[in-house]
């Protein structure tokens, strides 16, 4: 599997450097998340890695999305002090903006988990579902995605109007499951 | 609703002015229509949140007009299910409106008045990145009176 998902960002990276409509390569429920490695908003460096070990919830998120703001104050209060001293980590990605437009809107929320810059929006491509007639980056904002402890897919939710919940009640629900069987 | 074909422009939109012939030294109306798919909105000029993005039309410079201040409809407050926040949005068909100046001496003959129109809007199933499209409007200046 990993070396499947090492050969899918290789062709994204191509069809990228050559000008095409990149693949969507969408991790699946089970699919084992490799390495990532981004910037991050305070100017470090952010790794995937680092965290294998601990429940991860990665969220997709840009400033200029109703829905993210919506969400904003709860990944803080709901998921984030109330599920990290339970090994939980929060990490939002941050799709196609600069840090001086993101760093803001982290404040106003007071976001006190990490917060990685996918400044391209390639990173998006391989999370993103396929939504007829929208580009990857655009249908992986609001993405969430439960990674176990060794670093699998265990939940994945994409933005749905319908049946939004800016409280994230469905995540929480998803990450007890996966602290349970942990 | 139906895929959009391209998510960078997809409202629909038309310029003209009114009336479509000025004589120099006369006032008009620079009227934008936007049609905003079914299902679908955009933000309004003062949006309810800081980071949401504001619906502006401006135009480039032109010698001998003066176009503006653009007039914006009311924006429509929108609650939705799932967020507390109240949105103030756009939707169905948009009437934008600017007042148009055409100087003295402005030379007659057939002028094209060219502006955009930034926007972010949101379809069902998703949010759509800031856009930014082109409109353009035709003012024909009419010629002196002998």
């Known amino acids: ?77 709901e998921i984030w002090q109330r599920y990290r001293e339970r090994g939980v980590q ?21 976001w006190t988990f990490p917060v990685w810059l996918d400044r391209t929006g390639e990173l998006g491509l391989t999370f993103a579902p396929q939504k007829e007639g929208l580009p990857p980056e655009v249908a992986v904002i609001n993405a969430h995605f439960i990674l176990d402890a060794g670093g699998r897919v265990r939940y994945r939710e994409y933005l749905n109007m319908e049946r939004f919940d800016a409280r994230a009640r469905t995540v929480i629900a998803e990450l007890e499951k996966v602290l349970e069987d942990a | 609703m139906n895929a959009l074909a391209d998510t960078s ?33 955009i933000e309004a000029h003062a949006p309810a949140e800081p980071f949401l993005v504001p619906t502006e039309l401006g ?4 010698d001998g007009l003066v176009i503006g201040p653009v007039e914006y409809p009311p924006a429509e407050a929108r609650q939705f299910d799932w967020s507390a926040m109240v949105l103030r949005v756009y939707r169905g068909t948009l009437r934008l409106e600017a007042p148009l100046a ?13 502006g955009r129109l930034r926007y972010q809007g949101c379809t069902p199933t998703a949010c759509l990145m800031p856009s930014t499209q082109p409109v353009e409007a035709v003012l024909e200046v009419a010629p002196p009176r002998p």
């Open chain 1, 1 to 77: 599997m990993q070396r499947a998902r090492e050969i899918e960002h290789r062709a994204i990276e191509s069809a990228i450097a050559a000008g095409h409509a990149a693949p969507v390569a969408t991790y699946e429920v089970g699919d084992e998340v490799p390495d990532l490695v981004l910037p991050t908003l305070d100017g470090g460096v952010g790794r995937l890695a680092d965290y294998r070990g601990k429940v991860v919830l990665l969220v997709f998120t840009a400033t200029w999305c109703p829905y993210c703001g919506a969400e904003a104050p709860f990944l803080e209060q």
């Open chain 2, 102 to 114: 055409l100087a003295a001496g402005a030379a007659p003959g057939s002028r094209r008045i060219r």
């Open chain 1, 90 to 110: 929060v990490i939002v990605i941050d799709v196609k903006e600069p840090p001086e437009v993101m760093r803001p809107f982290r404040d106003r929320y007071g």
């Open chain 2, 59 to 62: 135009f480039e410079p032109a």
């Open chain 2, 9 to 41: 422009r997809w409202l629909a939109l038309s310029a003209r002015v009114e009336p479509a012939q000025l004589a120099a030294g006369q006032r008009g109306r620079l009227v934008v229509e936007v049609e905003i798919p079914e299902g679908c909105h």
